[in-house]
Structure formats: structure tokens, C-alpha cells
């Protein structure tokens, strides 16, 4: 299984920006999808996640900014990202729970970061 995030760049502070994440391979479920970021210096903090239900859940900071969103039959991962500030910049990082096969135990898995860049 690999998850490949893409979509991230620079931007203006109060901009916009997507990423996605789409997981690719052979797996049973996708379970628990989330985005974290980790600024330099900083630990690796969760951004939102989404279960497989749509339900989401998101870091106060970025409450009203941010969405997150997937879509099952493409098996991908979306964050939109708006009216974006300097202190999010950071490497973006997509993850997801994973079933291997069905009744198996679940795995996570992490994609390769996607570097976001909101200048002021």
C-alpha cells in the first residue's frame, strides 16, 4: 500500500491551497484517513482526519479554515485549505489505517509529505 501526497506549494497568507492523497495498492478498507503537518522544529501534529463514514474532526487551529474531505471510490484524500496563515506552513503528511484483507489486523501507513509554504 502507498499513499501519495501531492498539492502543496506557495501561497500568499489568505490564500487557498488542495492537497490530496490518494492510496494506491491492494487492500481490503480504507479506514481512518487524517492529515498531520510538522513545522521545522516542531512535532508532527494532527491537521483532521476522517473516518470512513465522512465523519471528520479537526485541530482548533485550523476550525472553519480548513476542509477535509475523501471521496472512497477513487481511494483519495482531500484537504482544502483556505484564508491560510504563515504559522501553517509546514510538511503536510497524509496517513491511513488500512485492512489488508478482510478480518486482518489494520496497518497504518504514511505518505511522503507535500511541503506547504504561506508567505506573509
Known amino acids: 500500500v502507498q499513499l501519495q501526497a501531492s498539492g502543496g506549494g506557495l501561497v500568499q497568507a489568505g490564500g487557498s491551497l488542495s492537497l490530496s492523497c490518494a492510496a494506491s495498492g491492494t487492500f481490503f478498507s480504507l479506514n481512518l484517513m487524517a492529515w498531520y503537518r510538522q513545522a521545522p522544529g516542531e512535532q508532527r501534529e494532527l491537521v483532521a482526519s476522517i473516518n470512513s463514514g465522512g465523519i471528520t474532526n479537526y485541530a482548533n487551529s485550523v476550525k472553519g479554515r480548513f476542509t477535509i474531505s475523501r471521496d472512497n471510490a477513487k481511494s483519495t484524500m482531500y484537504l482544502q485549505m483556505s484564508s491560510l496563515k504563515p504559522e501553517d506552513t509546514a510538511v503536510y503528511y497524509c496517513?491511513?489505517?488500512?485492512?489488508?484483507?478482510?478480518?486482518?489486523?489494520?496497518?497504518?501507513?504514511w505518505g511522503q509529505g507535500t511541503l506547504v509554504t504561506v508567505s506573509s
Open positions: 496517513s491511513a489505517d488500512v485492512g489488508r484483507i478482510s478480518g486482518g489486523s489494520i496497518y497504518t501507513f
